[in-house]
């Protein structure tokens, strides 16, 4: 079946503008989660989904970032005024969350962003 | 979660068994083990996970030691393929925290 898709898989911008990155997560899945990778890092936790809401937003570095699943499917990671330091590839990832016990991430193939 | 060891990197020869080791000596008992690799340029790539018991799948086996205080990925005959970030992470049950921890992982180079 068809698994996590990210758009677009490239993004150049210049520093201060706005930049949507869209993850659309496996059908069924209702945890969605968004990660970031630096180079030569492994990836980083931004914030967890669980349906509509965020249920662990811990992990977005300051306000400029923010992130939406208005109907629980598709999620818009967003970034304001974006600085060079953002640079990075921003992954996306979704579960089953089953009702205690295991729960596998799928992971997307990212979206890489360069703020020149 | 607890946090997990691994080697920085290792060579594995093309054909031949690749032994990833991972140490987690603080595990809970309730929490899982998983195998995730990267490929160059792509997106984490789930391998296996497991609990108590050693598993075996298409990708890999996983074997943990019986005090679970430690496992080992094998990938019974590696591929040039193979070549990737092996990341070992030890994880809660959905229900108690749900993200992952990623460490430096093994950068796995298997050669001709």
């Known amino acids: 079946g068809a698994g996590v898709s990210q758009t677009p898989s490239n993004k150049v911008t210049e520093k201060g503008k706005y930049v949507e990155l869209r993850c659309d997560p496996i059908?069924?899945?209702?945890?969605l989660y968004w990660y970031r990778q630096s180079l030569g890092q492994g990836p980083e936790f931004l914030i967890y989904?669980?349906?509509?809401?965020?249920?662990?937003d811990s992990g977005l570095p300051n306000d400029r970032f923010f992130a939406v699943r208005p109907e629980g499917s598709v999620s818009t990671l967003k970034i304001q005024r974006t600085e060079r330091g953002d640079s990075a590839v921003y992954l996306c990832?979704?579960?089953?969350?089953?009702?205690?016990?295991?729960?596998?991430?799928?992971f997307g193939p990212g979206t890489r962003l360069t703020v020149l | 979660d607890a946090k997990t060891t691994q080697p920085t990197s290792m060579d594995c020869a093309e054909g031949r068994a690749a032994n990833l080791p991972c140490n987690h000596s603080?595990?809970?008992?309730?929490?899982?083990v998983y195998w995730y690799r990267q490929i160059h340029s792509q997106g984490p790539q789930y391998i296996i996970h497991?609990?108590?018991n050693n598993e075996t799948n298409e990708m890999a086996s996983l074997i943990i030691t019986e005090d679970r205080k430690s496992s080992t990925l094998i990938l019974p005959h590696a591929t040039l393929r193979d070549t990737a970030v092996y990341y070992c992470?030890?994880?809660?049950?959905?229900?108690?925290?749900?993200?992952?921890?990623f460490g430096g992982g093994t950068r796995l180079m298997v050669k001709p």
């Open positions: 992470i030890v994880r809660a049950p959905a229900n108690a925290g749900n993200m992952l921890t």
């Open positions: 990832a979704s579960s089953l969350m089953p009702a205690g016990g295991e729960d596998t991430q799928y």
């Open positions: 059908s069924g899945h209702t945890a």
């Open positions: 497991g609990l108590k």
């Open positions: 989904f669980q349906g509509t809401g965020a249920a662990d």
């Open positions: 603080t595990i809970s008992g309730n929490e899982y």
